[in-house]
């Protein structure tokens, strides 16, 4: 069963699509069940406002409507990718009051100060203090909580390509990574398979085997799998991919979550 758990439509600030074109082409490509995760960024000092409120409605509305049209053809799911939820706890709690997400996905995209990740310059001196920093704000983000799945902890390695002659790695921070792991297993919390890896950076999953072993070892019992599509010909792209390393990391199954709860998938 195909399942994508993460994709973004035009309600994301870097997406283009509209709901209902995703649904066509989930649909074509075999998706049973589709995540509509649209960005809620949480950032210092910026306040939530009536332009997120309606962009949020307008993603909800749309899924709605999909759910109507697509009935009996598609599972679709209204989902959220809230970035950084610690940065701005009274955005998180505002975002969550107002809307019913059926799944949650935590994902670190700035650092404190507002400073994106993706715009910081990284060289191979200042890689271990950039990886450092990100692992301390995921931890903070999980302490703080609010979401189901941990997205991509692979992010900030997509960024490091020019700084490695190799697969850039998490080997040589094993405790921070399995600090982090238990503590997402002490939260029931799951952790995200990300494929956009394979299409964005060097034809790898970011996610690297060890980690998912180390997460199961732990009592780790979500993973989840998303594209992070944010075009619809990349909605359910490197599924198959994500679970053979689900199985090689001795998990038979896999999760998305569903009014909050989570429904497992046997691969
Ligand atoms: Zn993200
Ligand atoms: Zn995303």
Redesign the pocket.
Known sequence: MLCDTHTHSKYSFDGAESIEDMCLAAIEKGVSVLTITDHSEAMEQVPYNDIERARILGAKEEVEAARIKFAGKIDLLFGC?L?QPHMNPEYAKKVLEEFEFDYILG?L?FFKGNVDLYDVKYTPENVDFYIKTYFAETKEMIEHGKFHTL??LD?IMRRFKDCYSGLPTYKGYEDTVEEILQMLVDRDMGLEINTSGLRKWMGELGMEVWVLEMYRKLGGKYITIGS?AHAKQDIGAGFDNACKLIKTAGFSEFTYFKNSEPIKVSI
Request: glycine share 24%; hydrophobic share 0%; charged share 25%.
């Open positions: 990718e970035g994902s995209h997205g991509h992010y992070d």
